[in-house]
């Protein structure tokens, strides 16, 4: 069964500053699926940022890029410029292109930004 | 739409008692899961559903825990009897179709319900 690692429970960053969350994951497969997803305070899950695991190309959105590292099985998440809006749970997570078809998420990491 | 819609909120009950969560999915979607987010273990897939069938049920933690969908825009989670050990946010979600949740991370959360189990 794949498993995802976060192994930050917590983060605090002063605004404006550029800050790396880490996840790693357990997969035999060659073909995948990683994301990232923002659960604010208000619980709502928000997709980030997503990657397909044949894509060598890191996956970026405005202020938000990865560092998708295939043969270490590590996808990071960069938040460039970070803004107090950004302090929420991150979640890392996996799914398969073919067999078992659900969403696998780490344990996720507390980010806070501080003013 | 409304989203998914998930009720109740906040639930606290004591120990031994049943607990019935409910979930409207979005209209038109196919697939619902059900999800337990806790601080130790983070977010746990614990059962889901295409067009009202459970497909992979190797998350529900035992036999207290029952999840049915009796049609497209109802389900239920429920507890019997339920553990302190339950208290945790459970999150319902649902998707048009795992090609798209694949395709572009698509999967929409309710609010989720916040269990205490005295």
């Known amino acids: 069964a794949q498993t995802v690692t976060q192994s930050q429970p917590e983060m605090s960053v002063q605004e404006a500053e550029t800050v790396t969350l880490s996840c790693t994951y357990d997969?035999?497969?060659?073909?995948?699926?990683l994301f990232w997803y923002k659960q604010p305070p208000s619980r709502q899950m928000i997709l980030v940022i997503r990657q397909e695991a044949y894509k060598q190309q890191n996956a970026t959105e405005n202020r938000f890029s990865v560092n998708f590292q295939k043969a270490a099985k590590s996808f990071s998440l960069k938040i460039s410029d970070s803004q107090l809006g950004d302090t929420a749970m991150y979640f890392c997570?996996?799914?398969?292109?073919?067999?078992?078809?659900?969403?696998?998420f780490g344990q996720g990491t507390r980010l806070t930004i501080n003013p | 739409d409304a989203g998914v819609i998930q009720s109740p909120r906040h639930e606290v009950t004591e120990m031994g008692q049943e607990v019935t969560l409910r979930c409207k999915p979005i209209s038109g979607h196919d697939y619902l899961f059900w999800y337990r987010q806790t601080m130790m273990r983070g977010l746990e897939l614990l059962i889901y559903?295409?067009?009202?069938?459970?497909?992979?049920d190797s998350g529900m933690p035992e036999d207290r825990f029952s999840a049915k969908m009796p049609n497209a825009s109802f389900s239920t989670l429920k507890i019997q009897p339920s553990e302190p050990r339950d208290s945790a946010v459970y999150f319902c979600a649902s998707s048009l179709s795992l090609r798209i949740m694949r395709d572009t991370g698509e999967l929409f959360f309710g609010e989720g319900s916040r269990l205490t189990v005295l």
């Open positions: 997969t035999s497969e060659s073909n995948y699926y």
């Open positions: 559903f295409n067009n009202n069938v459970p497909i992979d």
């Open positions: 997570a996996f799914m398969s292109y073919q067999g078992a078809q659900k969403l696998v």
